[in-house]
């Protein structure tokens, strides 16, 4: 059973950082994609970062390109999202999924989601 927990979530200023980690387990994760997606009240689940760990391969958003790095430690299964330069709009629910094979943007092709982690920034 494929399990996905986020953490690193909370509270902080615009122009500030927060780090946020996805622990995977259930499988070897060597094969797959994992990415950041994020849900605002009131608006779609959008597509924030990437990573295909076996080619190292990252893939952004336009919105988090030069804010946003994604990062993975395959030995770990552990995904983090260093976030820079927080903005009010990037408040929103973020969730970690994975799926099998290349990262891809479109959320409804990654089979396993965990259960999100609240990022609120403040003005």
């Known amino acids: 059973q494929v399990q996905l927990v986020e953490s690193g979530g909370g509270l902080v200023q615009a122009g500030g950082s927060l780090r946020l980690s996805c622990a995977a387990s259930?499988?070897?994760?060597?094969?797959?994609?994992m990415g950041w997606f994020r849900q605002a009240p009131g608006k779609e689940r959008e597509f924030v970062a990437a990573i295909y760990w076996s080619a190292i391969n990252t893939y952004y958003a336009d919105s988090v390109k030069g804010r946003f790095t994604i990062s993975g430690d395959n030995a770990k299964n552990t995904v983090l999202l260093q976030m820079n330069s927080l903005k009010p709009e990037d408040t929103a629910v973020y969730y970690c999924?994975?799926?099998?094979?290349?990262?891809?943007?479109?959320?409804?092709?990654?089979?396993?989601w965990g259960q999100g982690t609240q990022v609120t920034v403040s003005s």
């Open positions: 999924a994975a799926r099998r094979g290349l990262a891809v943007p479109d959320f409804s092709r990654y089979d396993y």
């Open positions: 259930g499988r070897t994760f060597s094969n797959y994609a």
